[in-house]
């Protein structure tokens, strides 16, 4: 079991050590970095056209969920810090800039193809 010496004995609202899993018989922060990443995703654009790669990603909430499940309640909590803040900065960003604002690829100039070899 992992051991973080800083975090020993060290409180946050209802966790009473931040070195060790939560006691509670169903773990919160876990559940709620699940909630989280879900959001972040679903608020951030797609890359990739491929619907199947998109169902698939879905699934890394739930996998990272499995393995933060038992880990010390400081790293959970430092991934749920990360994921609110990407969701407040994914908002803003989708609030505030317009396709407008994006950089435009440059158009390409065709090269004109001489007939005449020799």
Known sequence: MPVAIE????NWLWV???SS??????????VAMIV???????????TSPDPNQQRMMLFMP???GFFFYGLPSGLVLY????????????????KTVTVADLPQAAPVAKKQVSRNRR
């Open 21 to 30: 899993a939560e006691h509670l018989p169903i773990h919160i922060l876990p």
């Open 62 to 64: 739930l996998i990272m």
């Open 7 to 10: 975090l020993r004995h060290a």
């Open 79 to 94: 991934y749920l810090t990360a994921n609110l803040v990407g969701i407040a900065q994914q908002w803003f960003f989708n």
């Open 16 to 18: 009473s050590d931040l």
């Open 36 to 46: 989280t990443q879900f959001l972040v995703q679903k608020m951030t654009p797609a």
